[in-house]
């Protein structure tokens, strides 16, 4: 149904290697990481055992042993030496990467040919059970928000479309109903991302003020806020402290992140107010309360909009690119996003209003030399054709 890179990946991995490591796939909910699986699944010759915790009780911890011996038995049953083993919502099982290091140690001294493929939609859990108990026993492979590209390819979109709607393909069949798009877009994605991804699993003392901030972040994706400011916009007793650790847990579901100000000095970085940005441009739209032909016709309005999705894009990116994003302000003057990479940095403006604001570019490259300064829209590169590049080949 959908074709994403990361299937080949994930089959050269399983097929064309030796049982070496633990594959794990992680990412934000309905980006298609099981329906890649699914996928993969048929195309393979091996014995094949897919379970779910979804709908299982984190204290259950004897489920996912089951589930593994299950598989094992799967693979004796077959007569055939490698089999694959998918479980899917790994980070609802507590105590999940003990469980699996002990059986996946198991499998190595027996000699058991069961490959292992683990999915997870929370970031922060998956990347913390790896650290944890896992060292050295997987590899990861990252599945993103969708690319405009392939948005386009798969259903059709323009680059408009892509701004408005974004990258998730499980809303692409809505859209011609605006409304019902919105409501699939608030239930299904961020409600279910925050109350499972997020309460469900982690410690949270202030839910209505985790959701109040996630709200306000939409509103103001692309702008720079101090803590102060966002406590006098959320009328919420609280401290910076909190409000950092609760914009992380929003980043790391997929939801919504805070860029840090780009400067060498590490300290300086992690005390800057952090710029707004979604990871995706649909978490703006379904809770504006207007559509995509009134916006369009907006200049100012469209422009934020624009510039959120090339900050998705380059948010996103990041991720499996390895680079670091940043924003930058001194004074009257600032850069939308500046790219770090291997001791290179790139600055990039978006300017795709009517009103011209590059004047940062010229203050930032007489004070940090960068490689390149990019303009994003009038005068530069059109955001249509950015939204098609992948940011680490600007380097």
Not at 105 to 125: A, M, P, Q
Not at 180 to 186: G, N, S, T
Not at 233 to 243: K, R
Not at 341 to 362: H, P, Y
Request: proline letters at 3%; aromatic letters at 12%; glycine letters at 8%.
């Amino acid at each position: 149904m959908y074709e994403r890179i990361h299937k080949q990946i994930l089959a050269n991995r399983i097929e064309s290697e030796p049982r070496r490591y633990i594959q794990v796939v992680y990412g934000p909910r309905q980006v298609g990481k099981t329906t890649l699986v699914n996928q993969y699944s048929e195309q393979i010759s091996l014995p094949y055992y897919y379970a779910s915790s979804d709908a299982v009780f984190a204290d259950q911890v004897f489920w996912l042993e089951q589930r593994w011996n299950a598989a094992r038995a799967m693979l004796i049953d077959s007569e055939k030496n490698e089999g694959v083993l998918v479980i899917d919502e790994i980070q609802k099982i507590q105590g999940w990467s003990e469980i699996v290091k002990k059986l996946w140690d198991e499998d190595t001294r027996n000699k058991t040919g069961l490959k292992v493929i683990l999915l997870g939609s929370s970031r922060l859990l998956i990347q913390k059970g790896l650290t944890e108990s896992l060292a050295g026993r997987f590899e990861t492979l990252y599945v993103g928000h969708w690319t405009f590209s392939e948005m386009r390819d798969a259903f059709g979109f323009t680059p408009e479309q892509y701004v408005w709607y974004g990258g998730y393909p499980g809303g692409a069949g809505l859209i011609t109903d605006e409304e019902r798009w919105k409501q699939y877009i608030r239930e299904s994605l961020i409600e279910t991302s925050i109350s499972r991804d997020i309460l469900l699993l982690t410690r949270v003392d202030k839910p209505a003020l985790m959701r109040r901030l996630f709200e306000l972040g939409c509103i103001f994706s692309g702008q720079i806020l101090s803590y102060s400011k966002i406590m006098g916009e959320l009328q919420e007793a609280g401290n910076t402290t909190t409000l950092a650790h609760y914009l992380n847990l929003l980043d790391t579901a997929g939801l919504l992140g805070g860029l840090e100000k780009y400067s060498p000095a590490i300290v300086r970085q992690r005390a800057s107010s952090p710029k707004f940005q979604v990871h995706n441009t649909a978490l703006i739209s379904a809770q504006h309360i207007t559509g995509i032909n009134v916006i369009i016709n907006c200049n100012e309005d469209w422009g934020r909009w624009v510039e959120s999705a090339v900050g998705a894009h380059l948010l996103n990116h990041s991720l499996t690119g390895h680079y670091k994003l940043y924003h930058w302000r001194h004074g009257s003057f600032d850069v939308d996003f500046v790219l770090e990479f291997d001791g290179r940095i790139i600055a990039l403006e978006v300017k795709s209003g009517t009103f011209a604001k590059a004047q940062g570019l010229g203050a930032f490259a007489r004070k940090f030399k960068p490689e390149k300064t990019i303009v994003v829209g009038k005068s530069g590169i059109p955001w249509q054709q950015f939204l098609k590049l992948d940011p680490i080949s600007l380097f």
